[in-house]
């Protein structure tokens, strides 16, 4: 099964990555944007600032197959 690099990066600053196997591209790309959510739902209900949460995906020769990007920005 192939596996793919999920990389979370928090206004450029990375929380982190993990390996994941998954079937395919698709599947990797439902992972990314559940992780997304997650980590916004817990993330970001403390944020009093403008933010950038990024969950990026690599296949096993280290090229991007997909990137799901949250922007926060508050109103003045």
Do not use: C, N
Not at 42 to 48: G, H, I, K, M, P
Not at 53 to 71: K, M, N, R
């Amino acid at each position: 099964m192939p596996r793919y690099l999920f990389e979370v990066v928090w206004d450029g600053q990375s929380l982190g990555d993990a390996w994941v196997e998954l079937a395919t591209i698709g599947a990797a790309r439902k992972e990314a944007l559940r992780a997304l959510h997650d980590i916004a739902g817990e993330e970001t209900a403390v944020v009093a600032q403008d933010r950038t949460l990024v969950v990026s995906v690599q296949d096993e020769a280290g090229l991007g197959v997909y990137s799901a990007t949250l922007t926060l920005s508050q109103s003045p």
